[in-house]
């Protein structure tokens, strides 16, 4: 079984000002993905990044990136240059790579950010 | 390309109706799933299938049914629908160690 952990309910962060999203998970799987997706007020789920665990560096796309720290099973993402439009749920989420490889979801950080 | 579409947007049931969602994408994804999100959490895994004829239970299986006769279809449906079932419901679809894709979803509420 997996469990992703999101510990901060609420963020704010000043416009064009870095901000980093916390994620810890747990799960028994020797080889997993891990995902980043915004849920804007508008209800869709947006596909933000993607880190694998057998992948020696951290994936960045564009303004955002995610901190992989295996040991200590953590996956923050981290968004730099905050814009007005980032403000939104994200979701940590994870799938093994085996199996049914469905999405296990933590409870989301809702990021506002200020002018 | 429309990637992955849900029918209808919005539904209000009254309890002990049925209904059927339909899930739709046009990427070849062999891997369906449907999820529900309730208030204030994350999205829960309902059922999934991994292919064409192929249908499994997630962890919220109760209550709803499912069937992928086309690939790139897969249908929820409530057979008695219930309050506790009023809740955000979404598809997503990918390939096997792909990224999985969302819909829109749909907005259901049971009265």
Avoid at chain 2, 46 to 65: L, Q, R
Avoid at chain 2, 73 to 84: K, Q
Wanted: proline residues 5%.
């Amino acid at each position: 079984a997996q469990k992703i952990t999101q510990t901060q309910p609420g963020m704010f962060v000043q416009e064009k000002e870095a901000v980093t999203l916390d994620c810890t998970y747990d799960t028994s799987d020797p080889s997993y993905g891990l995902f980043w997706y915004k849920q804007p007020s508008s209800g869709e789920m947006i596909f933000l990044i993607y880190q694998g665990s057998y992948d020696q560096q951290n994936a960045t796309e564009g303004r955002y990136s995610l901190n992989f720290q295996k040991a200590r099973k953590s996956a923050n993402l981290v968004i730099s240059a905050s814009q007005l439009g980032d403000s939104a749920m994200y979701f940590c989420a994870m799938s093994p790579y085996t199996g049914r490889r469905a999405l296990t979801f933590g409870s989301g950080t809702r990021l506002q950010v200020q002018p | 390309n429309a990637g992955v579409t849900q029918t209808p947007k919005f539904r209000v049931l009254k309890t002990g109706q049925s209904m059927t969602l339909l899930c739709a994408q046009d990427m070849n994804h062999e891997y369906m799933y449907w999820y529900r999100q309730d208030p204030g959490m994350g999205l829960r895994l309902i059922h999934y299938s991994v292919g064409e004829g192929t249908t499994a239970k997630g962890e919220v299986p109760d209550g709803y049914n499912v069937s992928r006769l086309k690939k790139q279809n897969f249908l929820l449906g409530l057979e008695s629908a219930a309050p506790s079932q009023t809740s955000v419901y979404f598809c997503a679809s990918s390939y096997p160690q792909g990224t999985q894709y969302f819909g829109p979803g749909t907005r259901l509420t049971v009265l």
